[in-house]
Every structure is written in structure tokens, then in C-alpha cells.
């Protein structure tokens, strides 16, 4: 595809001035853990760290994406609020959080704009 994109077209594309950060999450329980431990843990994840912060989460108990609830980005703060309410809980065996990506495009650069 061209590189010289209409202003629309790039808006459309969520790409160079409109592109969209976000961050994955990786999590681990600890051996034995039951079903519903995770369900809540998992559910107290989605309202409290989430969605309270105007975040929405893509995926499940192990993986996700987390992006903006709105078009945008998500911020350095909010992925640091996360990160210290993850850090809070003791139902997890470990967890990473990755730096901001492209929630579009996770292989492109982010943009220094």
C-alpha cells in the first residue's frame, strides 16, 4: 500500500499521527489455583484497574491487550497504575507488563511525534 495516505485515510488506518498505544499483559497463577479464584481476580481486574481508568481489556485470564476504551492511546501513567495494582494482588505467580506498542501494528515503531 502507498505511503502517501490522505489525512482520512491515515485517521482510518490508525497510522502515523493517529496511531494507537496500548500494552499487553502476561499472567500466571500459581499451581492448583481454582476456577473461580481466577474469575475473580480476573473480574476485579477488568473493573478496578481497567475499566475505572477509562482503559478496555482485550483478551483472557492469561494474556490481553489493554487499550484506550475510546479511540486514542493509552498513556505511561496508566500503564504504570496498572502495573502497581497487578504488583498490589496476591493471586498471581508472576506477570509482565510490556512497554507501549502499536495496539494496530504491534510490529511497527512507535511514533516520537
Given at each position: 500500500?502507498?505511503?502517501n495516505r490522505s ?82 494482588r496476591k493471586e ?22
Amino acid at each position: 500500500m502507498a505511503t502517501n495516505r490522505s489525512r482520512r485515510l491515515r485517521k482510518k488506518l490508525c497510522v502515523d499521527e493517529f496511531q494507537e498505544l496500548g500494552f499487553e499483559l502476561q499472567m500466571s497463577y500459581p499451581e492448583g489455583t481454582d476456577d473461580a479464584t481466577v474469575e475473580a481476580f480476573f473480574a476485579d481486574l477488568v473493573v478496578d484497574a481497567i475499566e475505572s481508568k477509562g482503559m478496555a481489556l482485550i483478551g483472557g485470564e492469561e494474556f490481553a491487550v489493554v487499550c484506550s476504551g475510546k479511540r486514542g492511546s493509552v498513556t505511561e501513567e496508566q500503564r504504570a497504575e496498572v502495573e502497581a495494582w497487578l504488583k498490589q494482588r496476591k493471586e498471581l505467580s508472576s506477570f509482565e507488563v510490556s512497554p507501549l506498542l502499536d495496539v494496530w501494528y504491534p510490529d511497527n515503531p512507535i511514533n516520537q511525534a
